[in-house]
């Protein structure tokens, strides 16, 4: 299984000033802020947002000048992001994130929500968002977000959901961000209103099929890898689309609709549930609707001007197939 940690797209100097601002950016006169939001950021992560932020400036033809803005959105970017996954793991009850002990597990609810208000407010100070535009792309992304967080809790434990009521979840609760950071970076890039669009559009479909690999390695890859328990959505009543197409795929039905229904479940029932999915033949059927969405994005990435960054842009999305080889 290949790890995105690994890989740094071409700008791998850049990517390290968005490590190098990320930690000034949390830096306050309270040490516990500071030291849950190191907590927090410093457990790394992929940091492909950034990449593709930094990318999509450089592809549309930016300055090698005026880079510290497309740093500065990266890092808006993966602060609000970070922020949002310390909520999302306070309502999930999750006790590992990327291999850590989740932030409200180690520091209290309490102190916890205010680290990631406070992730959140550092977010918009360093996204340089001073043109209507910019906000626009911001605001846009996170209400996006939003909604799909909603949508998702009115799906829980229902087996019913159909496929396109998932696209709509991940459209908006992962690709949203994804968008958003495609987009900043071609419009600090001075990109033009066809290019920040072709480029946002890049973005969602990237992001579109981060989640569904993301959904796969929930049910194939082990806790050491993962960094968090394996079954999480299963124990969460998230419908991914694993778990969709393992419905309609030949396994026990019923059974895996009484666990899925169940509010509380037990080690045995997800571990049954996993088993069932795995033997179902729904992780290559999810994995070709993954493939699906990456030849969109590489489709795209390709009407842009011939570049090295288009290029990486284009070997980009690949690379979030391998995460499961």
Not at 1 to 22: I, N, P, S, Y
């Amino acid at each position: 299984m290949k790890d995105l940690l690994a890989l740094d797209f071409g700008v791998g100097k850049e990517l390290q000033l968005v490590e190098e601002t990320l930690k000034e950016s949390v830096q306050s006169d309270n040490a516990t802020l500071t030291e849950i939001a190191m907590h927090v950021i410093g457990a790394g992560g992929k940091r492909i947002r950034p990449a593709i932020c930094i990318l999509s400036y450089n592809a549309v033809g930016g300055s090698s000048g005026g880079i510290g803005s497309a740093i500065d959105a990266a890092v808006a970017v993966e602060l609000i992001h970070s922020a949002t996954l310390i909520h999302d793991d306070i309502t999930d009850e999750g006790e590992k994130r990327r291999g850590r002990v989740t932030a409200y597990r180690k520091y209290g609810v309490h102190n916890a929500l205010v680290a990631g208000d406070f992730m959140f407010v550092q977010g918009f100070k360093y996204g340089r968002f001073l043109s209507p535009e910019a906000i626009r792309i911001a605001a846009e992304a996170y209400e996006r977000l939003a909604e799909g967080e909603m949508l998702q809790e009115q799906w829980k434990n229902n087996s019913s959901i159909p496929t396109d009521e998932y696209i709509r979840i991940v459209n908006g609760k992962t690709a949203s961000v994804f968008s958003a950071s495609a987009q900043l970076g071609a419009f600090h890039g001075g990109g033009t209103d066809e290019e920040i669009e072709l480029i946002g559009e890049y973005g969602t479909d990237v992001g579109i099929a981060f989640q569904i690999v993301d959904d796969v390695l929930d049910i194939i890859s082990d806790e050491n890898t993962l960094g968090k328990s394996v079954g999480n959505d299963i124990r969460e009543g998230n419908m991914t689309l694993p778990l969709i197409f393992a419905m309609h795929n030949g396994v026990d039905k019923k059974l895996l609709e009484s666990v899925i229904s169940r509010k509380k479940k037990t080690k045995p029932m997800i571990e049954n549930a996993i088993d069932m999915i795995r033997h179902s033949g729904c992780i290559n059927e999810s994995m070709r609707v993954a493939e699906g969405y990456v030849r969109k994005a590489v489709a795209n990435a390709k009407k842009l001007t011939f570049s090295p960054y288009r290029e990486e842009l284009i070997q980009l999305p690949d690379s979030v197939l391998e995460r499961t080889r």
